[in-house]
């Protein structure tokens, strides 16, 4: 793409324009995802015991036949935002699309691709894997943004970037225009241009995203994307960036000395990573997850030398669970020493899933959902070390729930293990959108040692329900996204947002996280509404009084009070005033309603409605 299109696609990310765009979007794509069909193409197969709603290719079916399986299911996904049908595509080891017909998959809600190699080289797309802008207004033709392109998950694989029979704008491109609760790991992109944003609609092209893991990848296009986090990578080079862009252990990541012009925090390597369990075939045909090992201050791929460092289990060793199984049934088969694979669905959790064994490993594929009945607590891990969740969303239900997913227990024993963290991967949180939902924490973490990799924790700014900004403010409740009690906690790419007191609460000592992106709530009614005490507001981020040790990279706080536009938050960020607790490379953002009056503990200017869009910046918290 041209400077002069980069420049332009930049300009054009100003959040007054942006939100003002989404939430008339909304009701239209309310109306549409409500609506969303069903799959019109046959079930997949069952395969294995991976459950009907997965469908595993083999490099000898015809091109035409797995093509035509993925449009039917993007088809039919692609506005079904809200919806409840869940989809996994596995590719055996081999090379699919040639040539002459290339294998171009389109991605659509609550929709994982994934290569079953050992290695990301090991099945070959030649062709392309993409999401596009949802086009929102004039029968699908306007007000084109990739704001809502949630929920999908692409990994273990190479593309060999092919558009043949594509239009000139795409052909060279691999376009991946998503926002958050998106994963992309292991990936291996071998020509052309990966694109995180779908310059070919008409505007306004918005993007808020998003993570890259573990991937070794050509010439990226940024675009229009608000916040990005790639850690552990290898990029042959990266343009543009519009508030905050992190990397973390990335060889060919850009500079961040002139920051925040361009807005780039780069880190050499990473303080913690554990790379997401993937399912892999080996040369016997037998299913196995290989669980990677934890690794402290890394950089690039974990697969540049062969298998990734880590651990296989046989798949015989899990419980492969499917919707309608119970929770008794599952905690028997956890008890007995099984791991949990939960294939694709929704499974209403009416008591505690129970993780009480070091080490057990709990894997989602194609976005299990597990939604809170009667007031549950859906998932709950013992204070032992290694325990890895991974691929789950968790939803909270229409009663009050204490927690949706708790690691240890408050005032435990804590026996962790620094060499193997309890770990956390592409594991996302919803109150309310689909349904009603209440919860006062939706994550808290006691134990020690725990690594969050890639979350999204979400109180919905919408949704099916049809709530005014006041009755959803009333009904869908969630006082905080986040509280870490634990010590030695960290983070990598926590995303939380619109909560109704602070979005996350950082209790323990030591705690690193390596991007924050946070959005105040939408829906306060009023200034009475909003405040702690005498405070204006609760701040998005806020570390424990007491904390004397604490680390921030990347981090922004937004606002956008739609509901009542004259509503203040005094601070972003509150943290305690000692030189043990840094923040390296915050803001706040206004995105045309409401006011932030401070970056941090009073300094920093407002983000008020004279910088609609222009992040008010603190380099570093306290100053040097």
Same mark, same amino acid.
């Given at each position: 793409?041209?400077?002069?299109?980069?420049?332009?696609?930049?300009?054009?990310?100003?959040?007054?324009?942006?939100?003002?765009?989404?939430?008339?979007?909304?009701?239209?794509?309310?109306?549409?995802?409500?609506?969303?069909?069903?799959?019109? +193409?046959?079930?997949?197969?069952?395969?294995?015991?991976?459950? !009907?709603?997965?469908?595993?290719?083999?490099?000898?079916?015809?091109?035409?036949?797995? =093509?035509?399986?993925?449009?039917?299911?993007?088809?039919?996904?692609?506005?079904?935002?809200?919806?409840?049908?869940?989809?996994?595509?596995?590719?055996?080891?081999?090379?699919?699309?040639?040539?002459?017909?290339?294998?171009?998959?389109?991605?659509?809600?609550?929709?994982?691709?994934?290569?079953?190699?050992?290695?990301?080289?090991?099945?070959?797309? *030649?062709?392309?894997?993409?999401?596009?802008?949802?086009?929102?207004?004039?029968? @699908?033709?306007?007000?084109?943004?990739?704001?809502?392109?949630?929920?999908?998950?692409?990994?273990?694989?190479?593309?060999?970037?092919? @558009?043949?029979?594509?239009?000139?704008?795409?052909?060279?491109? %691999?376009?991946?225009?998503?926002? =958050?609760?998106?994963?992309?790991?292991?990936?291996?992109?071998?020509?052309?241009?990966?694109?995180?944003?779908?310059?070919?609609?008409? $505007?306004?092209?918005?993007?808020?995203?998003?993570?890259? +893991?573990?991937?070794?990848?050509?010439?990226?296009?940024?675009?229009?994307?608000?916040?990005?986090? &790639?850690?552990?990578?290898?990029?042959?080079?990266?343009?543009?960036?519009?508030?905050?862009?992190?990397?973390?252990?990335?060889?060919?990541?850009?500079?961040?000395?002139?920051?925040?012009?361009?807005?780039?925090?780069?880190?050499?390597?990473?303080?913690?990573?554990?790379?997401?369990?993937?399912?892999?075939?080996?040369?016997?045909?037998?299913?196995?997850?290989?669980?990677?090992? +934890?690794?402290? *201050? &890394?950089?690039?791929?974990?697969?540049?030398?062969?298998?990734?460092? @880590?651990?296989?289990?046989?798949?015989?060793?899990?419980?492969?669970?499917?919707?309608?199984?119970? !929770?008794?049934?599952?905690?028997?088969?956890?008890?007995?020493?099984?791991?949990?694979?939960?294939?694709?669905?929704?499974?209403?959790?009416?008591?505690?899933?129970?993780?009480?064994?070091?080490?057990?490993?709990?894997?989602?594929?194609?976005?299990?959902?597990?939604?809170?009945?009667? $007031?549950?607590?859906?998932?709950?891990?013992?204070?032992?070390?290694?325990?890895? #969740?991974?691929?789950?969303? #968790?939803?909270?239900?229409?009663?009050?729930?204490?927690?949706?997913?708790?690691?240890?227990?408050?005032? $435990?024993?804590?026996?962790?293990?620094?060499?193997?963290?309890?770990?956390?991967?592409?594991?996302?949180?919803?109150?309310?959108?689909?349904?009603?939902?209440?919860?006062?924490?939706?994550?808290?973490?006691?134990?020690?040692?725990?690594?969050?990799?890639?979350?999204?924790?979400?109180?919905?700014?919408?949704?099916?329900?049809?709530?005014?900004?006041?009755?959803?403010?009333?009904?869908?409740?969630?006082? &905080?996204?986040?509280?870490?009690?634990?010590?030695?906690?960290?983070?990598?790419?926590?995303? !939380?947002?619109?909560?109704?007191?602070?979005?996350?609460?950082?209790?323990?000592?030591?705690?690193?996280?390596?991007?924050?992106?946070?959005?105040?709530?939408?829906?306060?009614?009023?200034?009475?509404?909003?405040?702690?005490?005498?405070?204006?507001?609760?701040?998005?981020?806020?570390?424990?009084?007491?904390?004397?040790?604490?680390?921030?990279?990347?981090?922004?706080?937004?606002?956008?009070?739609?509901?009542?536009?004259?509503?203040?938050?005094?601070?972003?960020?509150? !943290?305690?005033?000692?030189? $043990?607790?840094?923040?390296?490379?915050?803001?706040?953002? %206004?995105?045309?309603?409401?006011?932030?009056?401070?970056?941090?503990?009073?300094?920093?200017?407002?983000?008020?409605?004279? %910088?609609?869009?222009?992040?008010?910046?603190?380099?570093?918290?306290?100053?040097?």
């Amino acid at each position: 793409m041209s400077m002069t299109i980069m420049r332009h696609a930049r300009r054009e990310s100003a959040p007054a324009r942006l939100r003002r765009v989404f939430v008339l979007g909304l009701a239209l794509a309310a109306a549409t995802t409500a609506a969303a069909p069903a799959v019109s +193409a046959d079930p997949p197969r069952r395969t294995q015991d991976l459950g !009907v709603n997965v469908k595993v290719f083999d490099p000898s079916m015809p091109v035409a036949e797995i =093509q035509a399986a993925l449009d039917a299911t993007h088809a039919a996904q692609v506005d079904n935002e809200m919806g409840a049908q869940r989809y996994a595509y596995l590719f055996k080891p081999g090379r699919y699309g040639t040539a002459e017909q290339p294998l171009q998959i389109k991605v659509g809600y609550y929709t994982e691709i994934a290569g079953l190699g050992a290695s990301p080289t090991d099945v070959v797309i *030649n062709g392309k894997v993409e999401v596009y802008n949802r086009c929102l207004a004039d029968g @699908g033709t306007g007000n084109c943004l990739a704001l809502v392109n949630f929920w999908r998950t692409l990994g273990n694989l190479t593309i060999n970037i092919d @558009g043949a029979g594509q239009d000139g704008c795409r052909s060279g491109a %691999n376009f991946w225009a998503v926002s =958050q609760a998106v994963s992309l790991r292991r990936l291996n992109v071998t020509s052309g241009t990966f694109t995180l944003m779908d310059y070919c609609t008409a $505007g306004p092209q918005y993007a808020s995203g998003g993570f890259i +893991a573990d991937s070794r990848l050509p010439s990226v296009v940024n675009g229009s994307q608000q916040q990005w986090l &790639t850690r552990n990578s290898e990029l042959g080079s990266w343009s543009n960036g519009v508030w905050n862009q992190v990397f973390s252990g990335v060889a060919g990541a850009p500079d961040d000395a002139a920051f925040p012009n361009p807005p780039y925090t780069t880190l050499d390597t990473t303080p913690l990573s554990r790379e997401k369990p993937y399912l892999f075939v080996d040369d016997k045909g037998r299913y196995n997850v290989r669980v990677p090992a +934890a690794k402290r *201050n &890394t950089s690039g791929v974990s697969w540049a030398n062969g298998l990734t460092p @880590g651990r296989t289990i046989p798949l015989s060793e899990f419980f492969v669970a499917k919707p309608g199984d119970s !929770v008794r049934d599952i905690n028997n088969q956890l008890a007995r020493g099984k791991h949990l694979l939960f294939t694709p669905g929704v499974y209403d959790i009416a008591r505690s899933i129970e993780v009480k064994r070091p080490d057990t490993v709990v894997l989602g594929l194609g976005h299990a959902t597990l939604t809170a009945v009667n $007031g549950s607590v859906p998932l709950d891990v013992a204070d032992v070390p290694g325990v890895v #969740i991974a691929g789950v969303t #968790i939803d909270a239900g229409a009663e009050l729930s204490p927690v949706l997913l708790r690691v240890g227990k408050k005032h $435990g024993h804590r026996p962790a293990d620094p060499a193997d963290p309890t770990t956390l991967s592409d594991v996302y949180f919803r109150v309310g959108g689909p349904h009603v939902g209440k919860v006062d924490t939706a994550l808290e973490v006691n134990s020690d040692h725990v690594l969050i990799d890639h979350t999204w924790v979400w109180r919905a700014d919408h949704g099916v329900e049809g709530f005014t900004d006041t009755q959803r403010w009333n009904t869908n409740t969630g006082l &905080t996204g986040v509280v870490v009690n634990g010590d030695d906690v960290t983070a990598t790419g926590l995303f !939380v947002e619109h909560f109704q007191r602070h979005n996350t609460v950082w209790n323990g000592e030591r705690g690193t996280v390596v991007l924050y992106q946070n959005e105040l709530p939408y829906d306060p009614p009023t200034q009475a509404d909003w405040m702690k005490g005498d405070v204006e507001g609760w701040a998005g981020y806020k570390v424990g009084d007491h904390v004397r040790k604490h680390t921030l990279h990347g981090a922004g706080v937004y606002v956008f009070n739609q509901n009542n536009p004259q509503i203040h938050t005094e601070n972003g960020f509150e !943290v305690p005033e000692t030189p $043990g607790v840094k923040l390296h490379h915050i803001m706040t953002v %206004n995105l045309s309603a409401g006011v932030i009056d401070h970056v941090v503990n009073g300094v920093g200017g407002p983000a008020d409605l004279t %910088n609609v869009g222009a992040p008010v910046y603190v380099a570093e918290y306290p100053a040097p």
